[in-house]
């Protein structure tokens, strides 16, 4: 089913429109961030992605959709690519791609998997890899805003190496100013690593996670193995399942 948006009140096509790479950030071996000039974009909200078309001299096309990880205050859209090694888009994308080349895009997507400031309940941020990618958009933003909602992230990685955004996230965490950060890394562990060190489970959502009494908000992001572990274990807690928002990272050939 084709997305639209809402134009007065009519559904329209979403447009195509052609942004600048600004900036490529390394975030790890696998993983790069795009950041983009998109004179033409309306705006976005924390958790919302968009579609890159990448067409080829013959004429052959081919779309795959990033979470957008900018706050919606930022001037930039910035996307997070994990490579694929036998994917189609993505190894363009980290390894080919430089400043100041042209890319195809459309967007926002997405109303479900979304989150404002303005909701001052306490949010339960749980992400795997490269799913992290909206729920840092819904921590920057957080941050841009001003907001003063508690919020916890747990970060499930196989190794440290493989943690997106960790300068930046330990650096917000140590604030203190509501915002805590909790890493577990399931195949690889650092010596004297004081992090967790096992896959996600209820146990460890229970421990890092708020109780039910507190009314929190969850959104969970990740491959589709995780996301549905994850949002089962939170509603066999206790968790009211609308209270449990998912977002899914299936195989799509990168």
Known sequence: ????????GLRAPLAWQLCEVAELVEETPQVKTLVLDAPDWPGHLA????????????????????SIASAPEEGRLALTVERLDDGEVSPYLTDVLVVGDKLELRGPIGGYFVWDSDDGRPVFLVGGGSG???????????????????????YSAKRLEDVIY?????????RGDGLE??????????????????????????????????????????????????ASALVESGLPPGRVKTERFGPTGG
Do not use: K, N
């Open 132 to 154: 992290v990618a909206p729920l840092m958009a819904m921590i920057r933003h957080r941050v841009a805003s001003g907001s003063a909602t508690s919020m916890r992230l747990l």
């Open 181 to 230: 950060v909790f890493f577990t890394l399931t195949r690889e562990q650092p010596p004297g690593w004081e992090g967790f060190g096992r896959r996600v489970d209820r146990e460890l959502l229970t421990e890092t996670g708020w109780s039910v009494q507190d009314d929190p908000l969850a959104l969970v992001c990740g491959p589709t193995g995780f996301v549905e572990a994850v």
């Open 1 to 8: 089913m084709a997305r639209a948006a809402v134009l007065g």
């Open 166 to 174: 960790r300068a930046e996230l330990e650096e917000l965490a140590a």
């Open 47 to 66: 958790g919302q992605h968009v579609d890159i078309r990448l067409t080829a001299e013959d004429g052959y096309q081919a779309q795959r959709s990033y």
